[in-house]
């Protein structure tokens, strides 16, 4: 594994047509979100890979930074039209900081479980809440763990298969750990790749954010303010800092 932990430069060359990356019905609604919880201020993203979300927040006006671990997935957004204006920070961004305050910080897209200790997850919070300015909000979204699917004393879950891509999770109930197993199809030849996971449950994200002085303001099951219910297989939760707090 290189310094760009398991997002190199082969994940990040093919990475934003294996995510859907140019749908308007997936991307518009998680901007409309954040822009919306935003209100004037800055944003910051954890994650921000090849500038999924940051781009169109910032073509709708909105100041936007970034933190990557990954120099791969920064050189892919800064090779965008509009890429290379946004600022970023190459780190870890569970403990990583870039300068000022901020209205939001984002983290989405199953990527709170890129961190694979309880520890680095609880720093995560931490560092979200000390960038952000009293009242701002710290957005989630990652799915629910899909224990519920899966047969007493089994441990592998199928989550997609499609002609050209196979997915498959492999759950360890003791650690709370999952390796995410994928097998494209390209040109003719399968590829592999596997990612350690952390899964986390809603409750105990709500019990990170209090450690960090966080408090629950909305949890939903999408992006457009669908219930969060019992079948919800993903939520988006936002946590708020208080305005007595700094």
């Not at 209205?103 to 694979?116: D, G, K, R, W």
């Not at 520890?119 to 763990?145: K, R």
């Not at 989550?159 to 759950?171: A, I, K, R």
């Not at 954010?209 to 939903?220: D, H, M, P, Q, T």
């Amino acid at each position: 594994m290189s310094n760009d932990g398991y997002f190199g430069e082969a994940i990040a060359e093919t990475y934003d047509n294996d995510v859907d990356s140019f749908n308007p019905d997936v991307i518009e609604p998680v901007v409309d979100c954040l822009k919306e919880l935003a209100g004037n201020g800055r944003i910051l993203e954890f994650g921000i890979g090849t500038g999924r979300i940051a781009i169109p927040l910032a073509k709708r006006g909105v100041e936007v930074h970034g933190i990557d671990l990954s120099g791969a997935m920064l050189s892919k957004l800064a090779e965008k039209a509009d890429g290379d204006r946004i600022p970023v920070t190459q780190g870890d961004f569970a403990t990583t900081t870039c300068e000022g305050s901020f209205s939001l910080v984002y983290l989405i897209f199953n990527t709170i479980m890129n961190l694979t200790t309880q520890d680095a997850q609880v720093q995560c919070f931490q560092n979200a809440a000390a960038h952000l300015e009293p009242g701002g909000s710290f957005v989630i979204e990652v799915i629910v763990p899909t224990l519920q699917r899966i047969p007493f004393g089994e441990t592998k879950h199928v989550f997609e298969f499609e002609d050209d891509h196979w997915g498959v999770d492999h759950y360890d109930v003791v650690s709370q750990t999952l390796e995410s197993h994928h097998m494209m199809v390209r040109d003719s030849k399968i590829e592999l790749s596997c990612i350690p996971c952390r899964y986390v449950w809603p409750s105990e994200l709500d019990l990170m954010a209090r450690i960090a002085n966080l408090e629950l303001k909305g949890r939903w099951g999408g992006w457009k303010n669908e219930p969060f219910t019992n079948t919800s297989r993903s939520h988006v939760s936002v946590w708020e800092k208080s305005c007595d707090r700094n």
